[in-house]
């Protein structure tokens, strides 16, 4: 009797629409006949610096310009392909930014911590688009979960900057497709470091390759946890703090409200970033939002306590106060000399934004001190060299990096085409 390999005669095909030399933009498609799952719908930065281009009118200038792919049935000046599903691995705008095109028909999917912060970002008005209560079905971790007659998902919690980062393995009749989406491996990572038990030996694994690159071949993949870095960085400022935040970076958050009640200080966020502490049950008697009157948000937060501009200026020695760059004037009206403005991986991010610059001179006019406290939210390169190996792919695809060609190891791999639709067969037989 002789065993005929499924995948002799694979029906499924994969096809990347963006995202594959770029850190981010991510758009790969798994079809198997006529059913399509779309992993990630991620915004392209368009060169280097990562300086993202500004909204513009319409879709189809969009295409013209390069910023969304020419991807059939699910945007929402197209008629809609019912086969098609969205899955997101992760909130970050690289991978998920431009769901706001997406036709409201198109079901999307992501992990339940993901359509949880998804629909508090919602309710701050951060992502208006997309109705996530009505489009986005949320997928537990560890289960299989059938997507169309044939596509199978199973999404498995990874660690990254970003609540409710998620790998995911798609399973049709005859291929197993792995996803990374983006990873950090630091030493209490545990979830990146399962993955290859959960997930491994697959028919093609993609994976992201951040930090895959030439001048960070040989730096040491040891990298401490957030909290390791910023909390006793943190405690060792005596004077007042002005820090920013990501608010896809819930865990971040956490790690201020605790330094700050080591610390023995109020700690104040915007009404927006309040609602959502308040939603992740972060609230605590140290915790105040500013009272400031064109927020819409304030009427919904009931269980963290106002603080007004006036109390804020008394007490201002023991605040560490959030200040996001479009709030930055209010700084004037504070006695902010002498403190220590922390910027803590918030917009804008680095100097290749041209805000970074403004930001910079505003902290000097208003003589502040200047700390960058932020960790990366990406695994080293050894890392992922480590985790590719492990996962024991026919294939390996790295994308998501500047030089995806770095990642080599005892495994094939393979750097696609974007545009090209490649059978997934073609791409495991042994050359
Ligand atoms: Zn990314
Ligand atoms: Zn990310």
Redesign the pocket.
Known sequence: MTVVNPIKNSNTTIQFYAGLKTI?GTIFEVKYKEERFIADFGMIFQNKEGVQLRPQTTISELQAIGVIPSISGVLKNDEIDRNATIAIS?L?L??MGLLQYVHPNVPIIMGEESKALYEHLHTIEEEPHVNVAQQVKSVPFHQPIQVSEHIQVEFFPVN???LG?SAMRIITPDSTIVYS??VRLHESDIDTANLPKVAGSPDILIIETTNVQEEFLDVNPVISSEKDVLTPALLKIDTPIIFNVYHRNINRLEILIEAAKQKDKLIVFEPETAYLVQAFQMGAPHVRFLQVEQSRIIDSIDTIQPITLAELDRNFSKVWLQSSYHNIRLLQELPVQGATYVHSNGVPLGSFDPVYNELLEWIHKVSMEYVVLGVS?HAAAAQIKWLADAMQAKVTIPLHGFTPELLQGPYKTFLPETGTIYPVSELIEEK
């Open positions: 981010g992760h970050h690289d991978h990254h900057d970003a980062a989406g983006d939210g």
